[in-house]
């Protein structure tokens, strides 16, 4: 934490105990699990609701396949933030959509990579014809109207970048904008989540302990073959019978993972390849297309993978 940060800070709290000797009695900082939602904050500019463009209206489908949905649930009632785990292509994202539509809240993705700075998170100042003004980014957003924010592959920003986050996966809950001299107290339903691949870590690219230990972790993999074969028979469209060889390819690319092949089939390329089945093409280019050639440029795996869909188509 540097200077102006801590003045910051320091200022905060002295306004706590201020506030705290005024009220005898009445807790300053309330347990997490007393946390419970509250009235949006009007913003300056006189918007009813800030983040009305990141509502989600539209149930978005979930096939619960454990008790993910009962831990989350659990995890929101005390605003612990969260970490879901999986490889690509799994479900991680949809689950957040899932879980933000149940709740009712607000969910502002962020993609995260490694030209991300930390400005591109908490705001920045713009240059308009009326002069300076400030701008919050995603993370400031979400902490100022209560949002859950998910940052996806959370690995791919640079760790400097990630660090700005701990105050806010703490008992402090609060995001310093240094730039603009302020300090937002997060809003009673803001949420942090975070995911990523932990297939793709490596000592350049993995999170620090420090960090990964402000989170609870949920763990991510493909289902099992009767449920994925519902899920991409009701995602893409194709009947049951034909999305059961697809998820029957998949399961036997998942099994050259590490042994030719960096990542398996995943169950967004089952998917795009059932959709491509629905729409008339045939189901070995389908196939291909979709499922083969996105994955290796390799002749012999491309073989081999080619050698598995005619099995079944």
């Known amino acids: 934490m540097?200077?102006?940060?801590?003045?910051?800070?320091?200022?905060?709290?002295?306004?706590?105990?201020?506030?705290?000797?005024?009220?005898?009695?009445?807790?300053?900082?309330?347990?997490?699990?007393?946390?419970?939602?509250?009235?949006?904050?009007?913003?300056?500019?006189?918007?009813?609701?800030?983040?009305?463009?990141?509502?989600?209206?539209?149930?978005?489908?979930?096939?619960?396949?454990?008790?993910?949905?009962?831990?989350?649930?659990?995890?929101?009632?005390?605003r612990?933030?969260?970490?879901l785990k999986g490889p690509t292509g799994c479900g991680k994202t949809r689950f957040v959509e899932y879980m933000a539509w149940k709740l009712g809240k607000p969910l502002i993705t962020v993609a995260c990579h490694e030209d991300m700075t930390a400005s591109d998170l908490v705001g920045r100042f713009l240059l308009d014809a009326s002069g300076t003004r400030w701008q919050d980014g995603p993370l400031a957003l979400a902490a100022r109207y209560g949002a859950i924010c998910y940052l996806d592959e959370v690995v791919e920003a640079r760790q400097d970048t990630t660090v700005v986050i701990h105050p806010?996966?703490?008992?402090?809950?609060?995001?310093?904008?240094?730039?603009?001299?302020?300090?937002?107290?997060?809003?009673?339903?803001?949420?942090?989540?975070i995911s990523f691949n932990p297939g793709y870590q490596s000592l350049m690219k993995d999170l620090k302990q420090s960090t990964k230990q402000r989170f609870g972790a949920l763990d991510f993999d493909y289902?099992?073959?009767?449920?994925?074969?519902?899920?991409?028979?009701?995602?893409?469209?194709?009947?049951?019978?034909?999305?059961?060889?697809?998820?029957?390819?998949?399961?036997?690319?998942?099994?050259?993972?590490?042994?030719?092949?960096?990542?398996?089939?995943?169950?967004?390329?089952?998917?795009?390849a059932g959709s491509l089945i629905a729409q008339g093409v045939p189901a070995l280019s389908a196939c291909r297309m979709a499922l083969v050639r996105p994955i290796t440029d390799d002749a012999d795996m491309r073989d081999a993978l080619d050698a598995a869909v005619t099995t079944y188509f």
């Open 2 to 78: 540097n200077t102006l940060t801590r003045r910051l800070y320091a200022a905060r709290t002295q306004q706590r105990a201020s506030a705290a000797a005024l009220a005898p009695g009445v807790a300053d900082d309330p347990p997490a699990a007393a946390l419970r939602p509250t009235a949006a904050v009007v913003p300056p500019s006189g918007d009813t609701d800030p983040l009305a463009a990141y509502r989600i209206t539209r149930e978005p489908y979930w096939r619960v396949v454990g008790d993910e949905v009962a831990l989350y649930e659990a995890a929101y009632a005390v």
């Open 80 to 83: 612990m933030p969260m970490m």
């Open 168 to 193: 806010l996966t703490d008992k402090r809950r609060m995001l310093p904008l240094e730039k603009k001299g302020e300090v937002i107290e997060a809003h009673p339903d803001f949420q942090l989540v």
């Open 223 to 272: 289902p099992e073959h009767e449920v994925e074969a519902e899920i991409v028979a009701h995602e893409s469209g194709v009947d049951r019978d034909t999305a059961g060889k697809l998820v029957h390819i998949a399961e036997r690319a998942r099994n050259l993972k590490g042994h030719g092949l960096d990542e398996g089939i995943s169950t967004r390329m089952l998917i795009h």
